[in-house]
């Protein structure tokens, strides 16, 4: 199947813990981008990637530090995490020029709890 | 830079009736607009798109949108709700400058009552 793929589901992990979620797409995008989803439904840029170059990085903490081995791959690793960090973070993939005209295909969603 | 607002945090309706879910968006350059769909624990689906060809967007599972740039607004309508349309909504713009990012409202939450 075509499609953004992310593991894990669910992440339940304690506070200080360092952690990893992984993203995968087969679509041959060259743009992924992580988003992050409060509890009140809310969803943020994080980062975006074209061809393994960082192009957008909100006001994140550096705890967080995405990595693209490749083109097809978005990881992105959680130093110490704290309890605000629960969340659900979303992948998504999009080919450059055509976001504009066509939005982005989205992967299910990671939720993390920090405990 | 470019937002959108959702006016209804929470919208209900019984089974059958029309839906309405209301968005304003703001930008500087002609914008893409978009609606996606969350059901609870789940993806978000692209339910349809504005991309500055016909103003009346028709998009899956018999929703509609218009983009009224008088009114800077990109409602999402469906003549008669179905229960699973319950679910959350969100209203999206991108400007097509340079890399694209997606800017995304806070959501709309629609319940359907039988």
């Known amino acids: 199947d075509t499609a953004v793929s992310q593991t894990p589901k669910y992440l339940v992990t304690q506070m200080g813990n360092d952690k990893s979620i992984k993203c995968e797409q087969n679509l041959g995008h060259d743009t992924m981008y992580w988003y992050k989803q409060d509890s009140k439904k809310f969803l943020k840029i994080m980062f975006s990637y074209n061809n393994k170059e960082l192009i957008i990085n909100e006001t994140v903490p550096n705890r967080f530090s995405p990595k693209s081995p490749d083109k097809a791959h978005l990881n992105l690793h959680i130093n110490s995490l704290e309890l605000g960090d629960s969340a659900v973070y979303f992948c998504?993939?999009?080919?450059?020029?055509?976001?504009?005209?066509?939005?982005?295909?989205f992967g299910s969603g990671t939720r993390l709890t920090v405990v | 830079a470019q937002s959108v607002t959702q006016l209804d945090s929470h919208v209900s309706v019984s089974e059958g009736t029309p839906v309405l879910l209301r968005c304003n968006y703001s930008s500087s350059y002609s914008p893409s607009l978009f609606w996606y769909v969350q059901h609870p624990n789940k993806g978000l689906q692209l339910l349809l798109k504005?991309?500055?060809?016909?103003?009346l967007v028709k998009g899956i599972n018999g929703f509609e949108a218009e983009f009224k740039k008088s009114e800077t607004s990109f409602h999402l309508t469906k003549p008669s709700a179905h229960m699973s349309d319950a679910a959350e909504y969100f209203c999206v713009v991108s400007e097509g400058t340079g890399f694209q990012k997606l800017v995304f409202g806070t959501g709309t939450r629609l319940l359907v009552s039988p």
């Open positions: 998504a993939s999009s080919q450059k020029g055509t976001a504009f005209n066509y939005g982005y295909t």
């Open positions: 504005y991309t500055s060809a016909a103003t």
